[in-house]
């Protein structure tokens, strides 16, 4: 071996990757430590062979081709790549092949390294099943915490409500048989039932806030108009809504997800955008839904990212997003500095509803 060779060989072993030269037949002529242990033979039974001598039948006719594109081409070429370990387990390797060149520019073989990438595959793995988990258990805790909204809502609306209703016909009751009109008597009396009242209001306005009964008994457009409606008599902003002039009807997944994204665009024009109109339009087609909600504002401020929303507005968009993503739809948002803002939700009609469920399912103590 030539003081060039050692050299070369010096240095391809400094590499903690497989490392390797091949001449323009592929047949290896410099290989490192680290290759001659993935391939798991020694120096003298790899050095003139070609790479279905050293390597499985099916892995050396896959390296000739790759060497060939390599010598064809005269360009670098990287790709990844399997191959079982000594254990029987699958690695993942990066591999970058480059070609060699004489003095002449002629392409004289090539040189290849490849890195074990396998850990960082399997983070990668990791992280993706990671995502998919929490977006199952945040769409499993939405779908709990609708629940929850509408059972709260319903005891407030049956329960504390009638009761308070019946406080208010006892107090009327009361008034009609004091006999004696006493002032001071009859202006306790009024005290009491203005209480009663603003208490009876309350509770409906509460009831409506954590589920409104609307929407599950009319159905979503009335609930938006509802929605709208209540909006612009506490706001003073003028709102249209478009419906098409069919009747629809959606999931009640679906009618959810819609109603809140209003709601929560509404939150954000009142307190943010200073507009004059809004206007909200509902379309259906054969295969989607689509919402678009626009104002005329001042617009989302430069800068903002659209995405993961701001401290001032609560992380809004991001729960408008997670609401659309979790029945396999798309949000999308424009605004300009100025000139309002525009905020599109498109959701199949045949969502992946199910995902909550297998939320649920594959909580801790359960089999899914």
Same mark, same amino acid.
């Given at each position: 071996m030539s003081k060039a060779d050692e050299l070369q060989k010096a240095i391809l072993n400094n590499i903690p990757d497989q490392a390797w030269l091949k001449d323009r037949d592929s047949r290896y002529i410099l290989v490192n430590?680290?290759?001659?242990?993935?391939?798991?033979?020694?120096?003298?039974k790899i050095i003139g062979?070609?790479?279905v001598d050293v390597w499985p039948a099916e892995w050396g006719h896959e390296y000739?081709?790759?060497?060939?594109?390599?010598?064809?081409?005269?360009?670098?070429?990287r790709y990844e790549e399997q191959r079982h370990a000594e254990?029987?387990?699958l690695r993942w390797y990066d591999t970058i092949k480059t070609p060699i060149r004489n003095d002449a520019g002629e392409v004289i073989g090539t040189t290849g390294i490849s890195r074990?990438?396998?850990?960082?595959? %399997?983070? =990668?793995?990791? !992280?993706?099943?990671?995502?998919?988990?929490?977006r199952e258990l945040s769409a499993y805790l939405q779908t709990v915490r609708e629940e929850e909204r509408t059972r709260i809502s319903r005891e407030l609306h049956d329960e504390l409500g009638q009761s308070l209703t019946a406080i208010r016909i006892g107090l009327d009751v009361l008034e009609t048989q004091h006999e004696l009109q006493d002032k001071d008597w009859l202006n306790n009396l009024q005290g009491l039932k203005q209480i009663a009242d603003s208490t009876v209001e309350s509770?409906?306005?509460i009831a409506a806030d954590l589920r409104p009964s609307i %929407?599950? =008994?009319?159905? !979503?457009?009335?609930?938006?108009?509802w929605l709208l409606e209540s909006f612009s008599e506490r706001s003073k902003v003028v709102y249209e809504l478009i419906l098409p002039p069919s009747t629809l009807a959606f999931t009640r997944d679906i009618s959810t997800a819609i109603f809140r994204i209003v709601q929560e665009a509404l939150t954000n024009v009142s307190?943010?955008?200073?507009?004059t109109l809004v206007v909200v339009d509902l379309k259906e087609t054969k295969d989607f839904i689509t919402l678009k909600i626009t104002d005329n504002g001042q617009g989302i401020p430069v800068g903002m990212n659209l995405k993961r929303g701001s401290r001032e507005n609560g992380l809004g968009l991001v729960g408008m997003r997670e609401r659309a993503i979790m029945l396999g739809g798309k949000l999308k948002i424009q605004s300009r500095a100025g000139a309002g803002t525009s905020i599109e939700v498109r959701i199949p009609k045949a969502p992946k509803t199910s995902i909550a469920v297998e939320a649920k399912a594959a909580l801790p103590g359960e089999q899914k």
């Open positions: 430590d680290a290759f001659m242990a993935a391939c798991r033979l020694p120096e003298n062979k070609t790479p000739l081709d790759t060497d060939r594109r390599v010598m064809e081409q005269g360009e670098r070429l254990d029987g387990s074990d990438i396998t850990d960082r595959k %399997l983070a =990668e793995q990791e !992280l993706l099943a990671s995502r998919t988990q929490l509770v409906q306005r %929407l599950d =008994e009319l159905g !979503l457009p009335s609930a938006i108009d307190r943010h955008s200073h507009a």
